[in-house]
């Protein structure tokens, strides 16, 4: 009896502190949606999740051109907004890279679009 009384409250301490262990929500942290547009090849849409995660979204690539591919990653930008996500920061850059088709025409233009979310 003496040595249950031990065991006992040391199993109850645990089982007490186990109840204030944060729990995890059910998707924490930040959400990363990038568009790159190259000069050449085909545009990608790629979403990084909280947890790391990649997946490649498909893009209609018979729209082609920069505003095209802008406005199809604006409509997934639109959808992850109504699941409760919201834009934190937004990133745009435009690339100048040599034309290698038509050198005289000057050179062409790489377009990178970063948004970072966050689920409040």
Do not use: C
């Not at 929500?25 to 995660?53: C, D, F, K, N, Q």
């Not at 498909?58 to 095209?68: D, F, I, T, V, Y």
């Amino acid at each position: 009896m003496k040595k249950l009384f031990p065991v006992l409250t040391l199993v109850l301490a645990a089982i007490a502190s186990w109840a204030f262990y944060p729990k995890s929500a059910a998707e924490p942290g930040y959400m990363m949606l990038t568009l790159e547009v190259p000069v050449t090849g085909r545009a990608t849409l790629v979403t990084i999740s909280p947890t790391g995660e990649q997946a490649k979204i498909s893009l209609n690539h018979k729209l082609e051109g920069p505003a095209r591919y802008q406005s199809q990653a604006l409509v997934k930008l639109n959808e992850l907004r109504s699941q409760g996500w919201e834009v934190v920061q937004m990133q745009a850059e435009s690339t100048p890279v040599a034309n290698t088709r038509i050198p005289s025409l000057g050179p062409d233009i790489m377009i990178s679009q970063t948004y970072l979310l966050r689920k409040p």
